[in-house]
């Protein structure tokens, strides 16, 4: 089925770790981002991309990577875990002013 | 800083309409508004966006303020499932990062 596939579900990081949380999306969207949301509250934007080989910084970037070397793929990668990063991850494409499409989510825990 | 406002709660009875309003005073003149919901331990889905005239699709209908500075979410009949976290969201002006704010939290009562 078409839509933004997330992987892993599920993690947990112990502090300083790093690991790479993989958005794909197979609508040949050319806009694409990472938001996080912590338990209780909305949704903040950590990084976003216009299309492959431009990113840009959201809301909440610090601690974060991202990179875009396709239209298809759009991998968060956390460098040196740390508590604060405790959340769940969520990816989204867009295209053409139509709503978002969203992942299911990777719900993150760093001990 | 959001550029939405948004109360924080709202209750509703079952089989009622429902409105829940969003202030967005910042807005400019090519800003999209957008609504999503996010049911409880799912990500959000949209639900329907405008420009300047009133939308309705299956879910729902969006009133625009003729000044575009608010707008109202209408949900006609509302059902147990229609409980969630409804966020009104912009697109920043020149750029292509859309916002949420803090949503308004419908629970609907049986």
């Known amino acids: 089925n078409a839509g933004v596939t997330q992987t892993p579900k599920f993690r947990i990081l112990k502090i300083g770790q790093s690991m790479t949380l993989q958005c794909t999306q197979d609508?040949?969207?050319?806009?694409m981002y990472w938001y996080r949301q912590d338990p209780g509250m909305g949704l903040k934007l950590i990084y976003y991309s216009v299309g492959a080989g431009i990113t840009d910084k959201g809301e909440v970037p610090n601690g974060y990577n991202v990179s875009r070397s396709t239209t298809e793929d759009f991998p968060l990668r956390l460098e040196l875990a740390a508590p604060s990063q405790t959340s769940v991850y969520f990816c989204a494409s867009i295209e053409g002013g139509i709503g978002y499409t969203f992942g299911s989510g990777t719900r993150l825990t760093v001990v | 800083d959001a550029k939405t406002t948004q109360p924080n709660s709202m209750e509703s009875n079952e089989e009622e309409p429902v409105h829940l309003p969003c202030n967005h005073s910042?807005?400019?003149?090519?800003?999209?508004i957008h609504w999503y919901r996010q049911l409880p331990s799912q990500g959000p889905e949209y639900v329907i966006h405008?420009?300047?005239s009133n939308v309705n699709n299956r879910m729902a209908s969006l009133a625009i303020a003729e000044d575009r500075k608010s707008s109202t979410l209408i949900l006609h009949r509302a059902t147990l499932r229609d409980a969630a976290v409804y966020y009104c969201i912009l697109r920043l002006s020149g750029t292509y990062k859309y916002i949420f704010g803090t949503g308004t939290r419908l629970k609907v009562l049986a």
């Open positions: 405008g420009l300047t």
């Open positions: 910042t807005i400019s003149g090519t800003d999209y």
């Open positions: 609508m040949n969207h050319n806009y």
